[in-house]
C-alpha cells in the first residue's frame, strides 16, 4: 500500500445517505475519513482494494448519515428541564423560568447545564447546534470538551443579568469571546438579540453594525407568540417582522426562530430576503404557540432548519422527534401527503440547518471534502423491519435510541451507544446537586 492509500477509518455500511444528492441511498458502500474529513465513498469491494484502515468498523444493519444540526438551543436549560411545564409562553418565561435565571444562572450553572445537554445531543446523533443563553463562554467550554461544534451566540438582551449589565456588556464579553476561540476548528458564532420584544430599536442597529463588520449571522425569536405581535403594534405601529425589515436586519444571514404566526405577505417578505427559518415543533406545541406555516414556506423556498429550542420546554434535545413532527405537522396542515417527504425532513435536520449558519461547504451532508461528522444509526431492531426503504425508517420509525456510534471532524466520540468524551456519571451527579440547589 502507498502513503495516499492509508485512512484513519473506514466504516463499511449497510447504506449511506450522504443527503445530497437528494434521495441518494447507496447500499454496501464504504466511507473512509483521513485528517477529521471524508477523503472517499466507494463500494465495499472497492474500499478493500484501494485503501488500508487503522479503524476498519463493520456495520451492515447501519445507515450512515450526516451529523444532525440542532438550528436553536438554549442548552444550559437542561437544568431547567421539567421545572415549569404546562403554562403560556409569557406566564411560564415572566413568573418562572426568569426569576429562577435571576436568582441562580451563574457560569457554573452553564457550564454544567451545558455539560448536560452536549451528552444528550451528542448521543442523539446531534454533531453541532446553535446557541443562545447568558455566559456562552460556558457553554463553548462545555461543547469543546465534548468535542462537539457549535454556533455560539453572543447574546442581547435590554434587560440586566448575572452575565451583563447593559448592552455594552453583552456585546463586550460577546466579542472578546468570539475574538479568543474565532479560530477554533470547531466553534463559529452568530449575533443573538434575544426577541423583537426584549430588543430596542438601539441594540438592534449595533447588532446589524457588527453583523456587517463581522459577517455574523443573527439568530432571534420572531413571531413566536400573538402577544408579541400586538405588543409590537402597540408599541412601534408595526409587527415585529415589518420591525425588523425597517431597521435592515433581514437577509440571508438572518435566521428567524420560531415564526408560527405569519401573515401571506411575511412568508413572501422572508422569501424577498432569503432568510432562514429555524423550526421549532415541539416547544411550539407544548406552549400552545401554534403551528408554523411550514408548507407556504416551502413553497416559496425559504431554507428551513430543524431546532430543538430549550429542555425546558420541549423537554428533548432530540432532532429525532423534531424532524418527525415536523414531516408530520406539515402534511396534516396542509393537507398534501407530498409536502415533506422523509428525503426533506432530514435534510432540514441536517443540510438546511448548516446552510442556516453558513457552514454548508463544511458540513450537513456526506460529501468528499467534508468535515466527516458522521452517525451511524442501527436499522436492525424490531421497529425499523423489515427495511423497505432506510430513508422512510430513518424519519418515522427510528429514533435516538438507534444512533449506536458519532464522529465530529473524523473523531469518534459515540462508540456502542457510550459517550467517550464526557464523564456521564459525573455529569448526571452535578445534575441531581442543581436539582437540589433549586428545589431547597
Known amino acids: ?112 447545564g451545558s455539560r448536560l445537554a452536549c451528552l444528550e445531543m451528542l448521543k442523539g446523533g446531534i454533531t453541532c447546534f446553535n446557541d443562545m443563553y447568558f455566559f456562552p463562554e460556558s457553554t463553548v467550554q462545555a461543547a469543546t470538551e465534548a468535542k462537539q461544534r457549535i454556533a455560539a451566540g453572543i447574546i442581547v438582551i435590554d434587560f440586566p443579568s448575572a452575565y451583563a449589565a447593559d448592552l455594552d456588556g ?66 412601534y405601529g408595526v409587527r415585529p417582522l415589518e420591525r425588523l425589515r425597517q ?38 406545541l407544548k406552549l400552545a404557540a401554534g403551528v408554523a406555516p411550514k408548507a407556504s414556506m416551502l413553497l416559496r423556498g425559504i431554507n428551513i432548519g430543524i431546532g430543538t429550542d430549550g429542555p425546558a420546554s420541549n423537554n428533548r434535545l432530540d432532532c429525532w422527534q423534531e424532524m418527525r413532527l415536523a414531516a408530520l405537522l406539515a402534511k396534516g396542515v396542509s393537507g398534501k401527503a407530498d409536502i415533506v417527504p422523509a428525503h426533506y425532513a432530514l435534510r432540514m435536520a441536517t443540510l438546511n440547518g448548516a446552510r442556516a449558519l453558513g457552514l454548508d461547504s463544511e458540513i450537513g451532508s456526506l460529501q468528499v471534502g467534508k468535515q466527516a461528522d458522521v452517525v451511524a444509526v442501527d436499522l436492525s431492531g424490531p421497529n425499523t423491519q423489515p427495511c423497505y426503504n432506510p430513508l422512510s425508517q430513518l424519519v418515522y420509525s427510528a429514533g435516538r435510541q438507534e444512533v449506536t456510534h458519532v464522529w465530529v471532524a473524523g473523531q469518534e466520540v459515540v462508540r456502542d451507544k457510550v459517550c467517550l468524551t464526557l464523564d456521564e456519571p459525573k455529569i448526571l451527579s452535578q445534575a441531581r446537586h442543581w436539582q437540589q440547589k433549586l428545589t431547597s
Open 247 to 284: 431597521l435592515g436586519l433581514l437577509g440571508p444571514e438572518f435566521i428567524g426562530v420560531h415564526a408560527v404566526h405569519l401573515l401571506n405577505e411575511e412568508v413572501e417578505l422572508l422569501a424577498e430576503y432569503n432568510c432562514h427559518v429555524a423550526h421549532c415543533p415541539t416547544s411550539n
Open 170 to 235: 453583552y456585546l463586550q464579553k460577546g466579542l472578546a469571546l468570539r475574538d479568543a476561540m474565532h479560530h477554533h476548528p470547531l466553534v463559529s458564532f452568530c449575533l443573538a438579540p434575544h426577541a423583537p420584544y426584549s430588543t430596542s430599536d438601539r441594540s438592534l442597529e449595533k447588532v446589524l453594525t457588527y453583523a456587517k463588520q463581522l459577517d455574523l449571522t443573527i439568530h432571534m425569536h420572531v413571531h413566536e407568540t400573538h402577544d408579541e405581535i400586538h405588543q409590537s403594534i402597540d408599541q
Open 1 to 112: 500500500m502507498t502513503e495516499k492509500n492509508m485512512v484513519d477509518t473506514r466504516i463499511d455500511a449497510g447504506w449511506i445517505i450522504p443527503v445530497e444528492p437528494e434521495q441518494v441511498v447507496l447500499s454496501d458502500h464504504s466511507l473512509c475519513m483521513r485528517d477529521g474529513r471524508i477523503v472517499d465513498i466507494l463500494p465495499r469491494e472497492e474500499a478493500g482494494q484501494k485503501y488500508q484502515a487503522a479503524q476498519h468498523l463493520r456495520l451492515p444493519d447501519h445507515a450512515l448519515i450526516p451529523g444532525l444540526v440542532n438550528l436553536h438551543s438554549h442548552a444550559a436549560m437542561a437544568l431547567l428541564r421539567g421545572y415549569a411545564d404546562d403554562l403560556p409562553l409569557m406566564t411560564w418565561l415572566q413568573e418562572h423560568i426568569w426569576p429562577t435565571e435571576k436568582r441562580w444562572v451563574s457560569s457554573e450553572f452553564v457550564y454544567d
